[in-house]
């Protein structure tokens, strides 16, 4: 079986970083299967990433090797680290592009009822392991500070897709940096509050409330203002502004034959409400 890397980045593929990404791998290993979830990640936008990661990487085959590079930070002192939980590698600079799969896999722990980028630093539950990845045998040389995907990264995933231990790669650690993944809660007039969490290419907005955060009863969804009643089963539903529930598993504002993004003016991080319809 050929094992799988794939790439998350915001790259773009206008340059030939991505190609040289994938010609370091294959050099390497010859075998491995290289699929890009994305290299249109908006630049320096961790929390796109990390989002966007959080839903891709579980569709994959376990054991898979996940690289992220979305690295503002790329030759600073920040880390270079390997996180392995019970399903998958992760090969990433400590930056908070893996928030949202450690926060999920630790059961919402450091998650905060507000959005913030604020990075702090958690230490694992069991089942998830982490590496800094500080021994340099593995890297391409000489190493250029501006392009570690290149010299560190993806000669680090080469290495762990032929099964090589990422004890190899360096020195065991108990803590990563990670933004808080915010929670939905309850504001004093009984109200269910969330966030957007991402917007995607339609123009979608998709927040953080899962069907199992709601109210029992017939509800109201209030957006910068707009209040539309219940949740859509699809898209062409409704003539306008609907809710429904996506396939990442989270409840999103849209907007038929158009964005709802750009209609409402809303953006990450925004607050959305749901109210029990009177």
């Not at 794939?6 to 491995?32: H, Q, W």
């Not at 269910?192 to 009863?217: A, C, E, M, R």
Request: aromatic share 10%; with cysteine; net charge negative.
């Amino acid at each position: 079986m050929n094992p799988i890397i794939t790439l998350t980045t915001d790259f773009g593929f206008e340059d030939a970083y991505v190609a040289v990404m994938r010609g370091v791998i294959l050099s390497i290993n010859p075998k491995a299967n290289i699929i890009d979830i994305t290299h249109s990640i908006e630049p320096q936008n961790i929390a796109q990433a990390a989002f966007i990661l959080n839903v891709a990487y579980r569709y994959f085959p376990k054991q898979s090797v996940h690289m992220a590079i979305v690295d503002p930070g790329v030759g600073s002192e920040r880390r270079g680290i390997i996180l392995k939980t019970p399903s998958s590698l992760f090969v990433a600079p400590d930056n908070g592009i893996l928030s949202h799969v450690i926060n999920e896999l630790s059961c919402n722990e450091g998650s905060s009822s507000h959005y913030s980028k604020s990075l702090e630093r958690v230490t694992f539950k069991r089942g998830i392991e982490a590496v800094a990845i500080t021994e340099p045998h593995f890297w391409r040389h000489p190493v250029s500070p501006s392009f570690h995907g290149r010299d560190i990264f993806a000669p680090v995933a080469a290495g762990l897709s032929l099964g090589i231990s990422p004890y190899e790669f360096g020195e065991k650690i108990t803590s990563v940096y990670v933004f808080p993944t915010p929670r939905p809660y309850f504001d004093p007039q009984g109200n269910l509050v969330g966030h957007i969490l991402y917007v995607d290419h339609f123009g979608n907005l998709i927040t953080n409330i899962k069907s199992t955060d709601l109210p029992q009863g017939n509800i109201v969804i209030e957006a910068a203002g707009q209040h539309i009643e219940g949740i859509s089963r699809y898209y062409e539903e409704r003539e306008r502004l609907m809710v429904i529930l996506g396939s990442s598993g989270y409840l999103e504002i849209s907007l038929r034959d158009g964005s709802a993004c750009d209609f409402l003016g809303m953006e990450v991080g925004d607050e959305v409400k749901v109210m029990l319809a009177q």
